[in-house]
């Protein structure tokens, strides 16, 4: 069964260094989506991305995050000067059509560790 | 803003069981749910989704329910099994919107 592919699975940067996390959504899939899970919380949103430009984002995305899709497979988050609390469990997801109407397919996340 | 909660935080059960985990949403405004399995280290794996005119969804031995009005979902699982033990998660659609937000998840152990 195709599956959303992340790396790395673990990423340790230095407090002020900008990290890129990568995935490869499922090829035929158009929406894509980031959420992040700090350790003992919740999932939360970060970002939606639909035909090359960003559909929504949560307050926690703001200048410091940046979202692309370089070329037709991969889908990347870009964090700039990384703070301590950007540790976290980085997940991409996507769907085949509008989040609305099918599952999403979650990738087994990228663990950012920012010391 | 949508709150979404789950009850229990935790359930230990024997083989065989069935049990019920539940979720509850603040806004009944939502276009749909899903209920996610996610095990120790990996993502999220989508169980069932269940489109907000709809009452209820079946796959296998799970069964989810949707009360919309009442801003409740229950998750069924019968006969459950050790492979059973994993977290559950609840993610509630908004009608307005491009997101999920999730409850904080049932953590379940089936003991064999």
């Known amino acids: 069964e195709p599956e959303v592919t992340q790396t790395p699975s673990h990423q340790v940067t230095q407090m002020g260094q900008e990290v890129i996390l990568r995935c490869v959504p499922i090829?035929?899939?158009?929406?894509f989506y980031w959420y992040r899970q700090i350790l003992g919380q919740k999932v939360e949103f970060l970002v939606s991305?639909?035909?090359?430009?960003?559909?929504?984002k949560s307050e926690i995305f703001d200048d410091q995050f940046s979202v692309e899709r370089p070329d037709g497979s991969n889908f990347t988050l870009k964090i700039r000067s990384t703070k301590l609390e950007d540790s976290a469990m980085y997940f991409c997801?996507?769907?085949?059509?509008?989040?609305?109407?099918?599952?999403?397919?979650f990738g087994n996340g990228t663990r950012l560790t920012v010391t | 803003k949508q709150e979404v909660t789950q009850i229990p935080a935790a359930l230990s059960v024997p083989e065989g069981e069935n049990l019920v985990l539940n979720c509850s949403f603040t806004?009944?405004?939502?276009?749909?749910l899903q209920w996610f399995r996610q095990d120790p280290g990996k993502g999220l794996t989508s169980l069932l989704l269940?489109?907000?005119?709809?009452r209820e969804q079946t796959s296998g031995r799970l069964n989810a329910s949707l009360d919309k009005s009442s801003g409740r979902s229950t998750l069924y699982i019968a006969a459950s099994q050790p492979g059973d033990s994993a977290t559950y998660l609840c993610?509630?659609?908004?009608?307005?919107?491009?997101?999920?937000?999730f409850g904080a998840g049932t953590i379940l152990r089936v003991k064999s």
């Open positions: 991305f639909y035909n090359n430009e960003i559909s929504e």
């Open positions: 269940i489109q907000s005119s709809q």
């Open positions: 997801a996507s769907s085949e059509r509008r989040w609305a109407n099918s599952p999403l397919h």
């Open positions: 090829s035929n899939h158009l929406y």
């Open positions: 806004d009944s405004a939502i276009y749909n």
């Open positions: 993610g509630v659609g908004e009608e307005y919107g491009n997101k999920l937000v």
